[in-house]
């Protein structure tokens, strides 16, 4: 039986915006995003993805986009909502667009925030060519996979030396939905392929801080599929207290 996921917020009026977090975050990751929004405009739905924050942890579950895509349909299925904004921030852009492709009536509109895309999983040394450089940031990436303990007190330091950083949420008991969402959601090509294949309006969005994503590859995506668009915002990879009022009024536009 597919997880239910816990409905953080459901508040406003009007047709329905639903955010969803990225990686090793909890639904607070849109603390400043929540502070701005026009409560009479929409009804507004966060939730804790799969693993994360008070959502099931189940260990049996292989946390790929198809797992926490599923949770959030039920979910969305069980409070009624369709022909909804699907708001993603990092892992949460991946989760929002395999949503939009397996139900296409749940969602009318996607807002993609610092979507982690690769076109091409390879292992080469030259950093300067365009796929080795992506191919470094898989090596971070399963670096951190096999350092919980350094990644896990990483995290928690957030707390002191970058306190604005909200919902970040990476312990012992998220670490198998950290580590194996990494691996089988953000360490694939599936994402890229999944924005091809969208057919309905989508905003990606770049933060030009945001040394976590290629930005190259956002570009490419948008130029084959009509139904993107591309743009950019100042700022990092995390939602910060100066990007709150700006994505708030480009979700809800």
């Not at 929004?37 to 790929?64: C, E, M």
């Not at 969305?76 to 022909?83: A, P, Q, R």
């Not at 306190?163 to 691996?183: D, Q, Y």
Request: hydrophobic share 40%.
């Amino acid at each position: 039986m597919t997880s239910q996921l816990p409905v953080k917020v459901d508040r406003g009026d009007g047709p329905p915006v639903v955010l969803l977090h990225g990686l090793g975050n909890n639904f607070r990751s849109w603390t400043y995003v929540l502070e701005k929004f026009d409560d009479s405009k929409n009804r507004v739905i966060a939730l804790d993805l799969l693993g994360f924050g008070d959502a099931p942890k189940p260990t049996d579950v292989r946390y790929g986009t198809d797992d926490h895509a599923d949770a959030v349909i039920a979910t969305l299925d069980s409070l009624g909502v369709t022909d909804a904004t699907i708001a993603g921030h990092s892992m949460g852009c991946l989760v929002a667009a395999r949503v939009a492709l397996t139900r296409g009536d749940l969602a009318s509109r996607l807002v993609l925030l610092g979507s982690p895309v690769f076109r091409k999983i390879t292992l080469k040394k030259n950093p300067l060519r365009f796929w080795e450089r992506e191919s470094s940031y898989l090596g971070i990436f399963r670096l951190i996979s096999e350092k919980p303990d350094l990644t896990i007190s990483a995290a928690e330091g957030l707390d002191t030396f970058a306190p604005m950083v909200k919902g970040m949420e990476i312990t012992e008991e998220t670490w198998p939905a950290f580590r194996k969402s990494l691996e089988h959601t953000i360490m694939q090509t599936s994402g890229y392929t999944d924005l091809l294949k969208l057919a309905l309006p989508t905003e990606l969005v770049y933060g030009k801080l945001d040394v976590f994503v290629i930005s190259r590859n956002l570009r490419a995506v948008a130029r084959r599929n009509r139904w993107l668009v591309y743009s950019t915002l100042l700022g990092p990879h995390e939602i910060s207290p100066l990007q709150g009022q700006e994505i708030a009024d480009l979700i809800q536009r």
